[in-house]
């Protein structure tokens, strides 16, 4: 892992990552991203918010950052499915959209959640939309023979 670990403020030019399990997320051939990539999950009860899961990728190497998706997402759903892309974005176009970049370390130091979404979920695409628009779709690679 890289040093030094992100500190507790999200910069503006800091780059964020949303690994993509889903080909419905985005189209490689147009390198397309859809708004769908950046949904917020629900809400597990009432005193939470919703919030999409991120990963901080400042100073790390595309292999660390391939790394993280495979141990800290992938091999931690409960369906095991693989990461295929990720969706690289400034903080910058986040804060745009009237949301935050949260640091929240755990699973992962360099994990983080895009928070502060509308109470209205009418307005989630909107955004998510506005985010899928500015980021550049990151394929796999694929594996070397």
């Known amino acids: 892992m890289p040093d030094p670990v992100p500190g507790p403020i999200v910069s503006a030019s800091e780059q964020i990552s949303r690994f993509l399990v889903y080909s419905r997320w985005f189209n490689l051939r147009t390198k397309r991203i859809f708004g769908q990539a950046f949904m917020p999950r629900e809400p597990q009860s009432p005193d939470t918010m919703f919030r999409t899961s991120v990963y901080r990728i400042d100073g790390c ?9 495979e141990e800290f997402v992938s091999k931690r759903r409960l369906d095991k499915r693989p990461v295929r892309a990720r969706a690289d974005i400034e903080a910058q176009t986040i804060f745009s959209e009237n949301l935050q970049v949260a640091p929240v370390p ?4 360099r994990h983080a959640d895009i928070v502060l979404w509308p109470e209205q ?7 998510a939309n506005a985010m899928a628009l500015t980021a550049k779709l990151v394929p796999l690679p694929s594996p070397q023979a």
């Open 61 to 69: 190497t595309s292999e660390e950052i391939w790394l993280i998706g």
């Open 106 to 109: 755990t699973p992962h130091p």
């Open 121 to 127: 979920p009418e307005k989630h695409l909107e955004k």
